[in-house]
Every structure is written in structure tokens, then in C-alpha cells.
């Protein structure tokens, strides 16, 4: 069999092409290696030189080599669940009234509006919390206003347009043809909601919601500005929310600039850039495995009750 | 004979659109009924009428009486979730819930809450029995309803509306969707359920409405031409209209 020259040159550009996609596939996980072998060359030496139990310690001051990351992690611990426990249900609930209650301007108006707040800079929000919010935190009778609380609300409100905006798109993506039949049996429109609509569109909420922590758990500015950057481990006597924390993110930016490149102090900053990886890739692949696999199982395991 | 419904003088627009003009029809109890006419005249607009489910549109507005044993159903006191639970309906798409196959006939006995438990459990088994169903589906109650044929979707939400026990039952094209075998089983189905149900049924199909109604309704641009025993419509029908369409020189 032979090939004509436009055979030939038909197959050249498609091998390119396949080639091109190639490429930009494999690049993009060969970037993601490449930093996450950065940040273990880097860090690797912390959890080399300093012992764990010493890591694992209750006070962090690096100036007499205490290397505690124990109230980093509580810290953003503290901040990200306070947001979320706030955004979580505030988001889903404004994104069912968006999605299904919600008169066709009111969403055309809001949807756009919301979606506007989720492109304001942090560090401008971060202004916002400590000239408004913390004076109102402080009113509530917190010692200071610069507390977990106090960024908390400010990363809720941060990650509501992401988690408002995504659940409505899954919402919207639900066919009428559901609510139809619920409504149809003498199901009212909220028992039509609740069990036929937000369950066909679990998948996009959790995407909604995972995406909403990531984005809390990963911010630095604003959650530096508010929360008072004390590295203290809050105490349930004087409230756990209305103390100043400081978050493993924030202690990175403040400290990066101060320390010697290759001391121990470098590495153990590094060290928390490894853990906050391990963090949210962990939440990523149980929202992943959440979404893919659980359709069946718990759709199983809610028949059997 | 007794009407189960009885349609007076009714109109319906969606906003300055007639889409029903001057319809007067009896819904015999326990027969089944056929609506059929072209595209676009008005018959599944009325069938949606019969529970309100075209209350979901903004615009639509219905006057005159749609008589449910004799009550208006459009009257203000009446309970349209309640309307509903006595008036089911089956789509032209099968649309079953994507859940398993048990969650999606026991959806109604649960909103309603007309049943828990292990007589929920009967409830499910029943209505699939009911639908024609139980034999392929008892082995996997707890799949998805995806997985089936839709064939066998549609007959699941022939057995999701019977789970409330309705008293009429509304289909919407019910087998447009379904092949020639599938679609006899829904046709024998339907038969079986004329016994305990008055069944109104949209199709395009005329040997549909030939075969498996007892009266039949032909609609056109709005208005009811001719209703008549399906058997006289067909073979004697009286006006010029009705004999053009169903012997397909028309519409």
C-alpha cells in the first residue's frame, strides 16, 4: 500500500497535535511533582533535625528553638471549621433560594452580584474585619477583637460566593423533569427539595463545599490582618473562638521574610507548607472519592434504615 | 355511567394565549380515556390542567370548572398538594429519581407519610406487583433506577404513582419513549389498573388510542372536537375533521 504526500501530511499534523496534547497533559503533573519535591527538599530537613515529639509540642517560638506546630494547627483548624460551619449552611441555604424559590430577576440580579464578591482581594476584606468585625467581636465581650471568630467570619464570608455559586450551578443542572414527578405524587416544594433535588445534586454540592474549605484553609492575608496572630493554643475556659490564633498559613508569610535560608527555622516553615499539602490533598481525594463511589453505597445504606 | 371528572366551560391561557377554549368533558370512573390530536392542540395543556400542574407556570391562567367528584379543583380552598396525591401522574420521559429503585416507589408513602417501616416495605412491593414490575426488580430493589430499561423506568413510575393510591391517573405520552414491546406491556398494564383507576392518557399514537382507551377525545387548536366510545370514534366518526385526522389526511 502506498500513501499519498497528503496522507502523509495529514498523519505529520495529527501526530502533533496528539503530541501537543500530550505534552500539556504531562506538564501539568509534572509542575505539581516538581513542587511538591521542592517543598520536601526544603522541609524534609525540619522533621530530620527536630524531633517529633518536639513538633508535635504545645508552643511554638523559634527564637529558643520551639518548634511547636501544635497551635499553628489548631489555630487553622479553629479559623477553617468556624468559617465553615458558618458558610456551609448559609451558602446552601442562599443557593436553594437562588435555585428554586427565587423569582427569575431576583436571580438574574444576585447571581452575577455574587459571584462579583468572590473577586474582591483579601487583603481588602482583611481591612474590612479588623476596622469593622473586630470592634463588633470585641463589643461581644472578647478580650480583643483580633480572635479565631473574628476570621472565621471573615473566610465564611470569603468562601460563601464559591459555595453559593457552584451549588446553584448544580442545582439549576437538575432536570425539571424531577421536581415534575416529585410535585405530581403530592410531594410540597420543599419535600421536593429536600429529597429529590438536593440529593441529585450532591455531587456538585460537595464540589461546592470542598472548594469553599479549600479556599478557607488556604488563605493568608486577610486571616493574618484579623485573627491576632498570637501563637497560643486557645483555652475552652475563655472560649475557643474569641482568643487570638495564628494559622499555619499566616505564620509562613510573617516569618519567611526573617528567617536565614537553610537554618532550621527555614526548614520547619517549609515543613508546615508540607503538612498544609498533605491537609487539603487529603480533603481533595475524599471529595473525590465522595463524589465518584458514594452515589450507590449511600444510596444503599439510606434504603436499608 | 359516572363521571369520576367532569370538565365545564373551561378555558386556559398562557398569558394573552388561548391554549383551551370551551371545553366541556366527562372523565368516565375506572375507564380509560383517550385524548389524541396533533401537536400543539391543547391536549397534554389539559391533561396538565387535571392535576394543576400547570400551576408552576407564572403566566398560565385557567377559568371555568374541572368538577373532581364533583368539586371544583380550582376552587381556593382546595389543597393542590392534596389534589395531587389523589390525581398522579406519569410523563412522557420516563423520570425516575436517581435513587435506588425502592427509595423511588416509596417517595410518595414517605412525603405523605401514609406508611413506615415493614408496611412501607409492603407498600413497595405491591405497587411494583402492581406496575408489572416485581419480577424483574425484586433481586435489586437497592440499585439504581438508572440502571434500567425505559421500559421498565416507565413502569417504576407507574408504580411510584399507585404507591399513594391515587384515584385517577394522569399519562402524559406515556410510551412515546418506548419501544413496540415495552410499549404493549405499559397499554396491558394500563388495563389491568382501569380496574382500580380512571386513567386519562395523552398519545400521538392512533392505533394507541385505537387499541387500549374507552373513550377517546379528539382535540384540535384548543378546542374538543369530537368525543366519543372509542370504538364509534374511530370507525363512525361524526365530524369532517375527525375523520380527515385519524385517517390521516390531516394534521
Redesign the interface.
Known sequence: MTTSKAENGRNLKEAIIEGLIWFSGISAILIIALIFIFLLKEGAPAFVNVPISSLLGRRWYPIEDLFGLLPLLIGSLLVTVGAVVIAVPLGLITAVYLGEFAPTWQRELLKPLIEVLAGIPSIVLGFLGWVVLAPLVQNMGASTGLTAFTGALILAYMSLPTIISITEDALYAV?N??R?????????QW?TIW??VL??ARSGIVIAVMLGIGRAIGETMAVMMVTGNAANIPSWRTGLFFQPVRTMTATIAAEMGEVAQGSVHYSVLFGIGIVLFLITFAINSLATRFVSGG??RA??R???L | MENKIEVRQFNFYYGDFQALIDLNVPIRANQITALIGPSGCGKSTFLRSLNRMNDTISIARAEGEVLLDGKNIYDADVDVVDLRHRVGMVFQRPNPFPQSIYNNVAFGPRVLGTAKGSSLDDVVVESLKGAALWEEVQDKLYEPAQALNPGQQQRLCIARAIAVQPEVILMDEPCSALDPVATLRVEDLMRQLSKNYTIVIVTHNMQQAARASDWTGFFWLGRLVEFGKTGDLFTNPQEELTESYITGRQG
Not at chain 1, 415534575?180 to 410540597?188: E, K, Q, S, V
Open positions: 432536570p423533569e424531577y415534575d414527578g416529585a410535585l405530581a405524587i403530592g410531594a410540597t419535600q429529597r429529590v440529593p441529585a452515589d450507590g444510596t444503599r439510606r434504603a436499608q
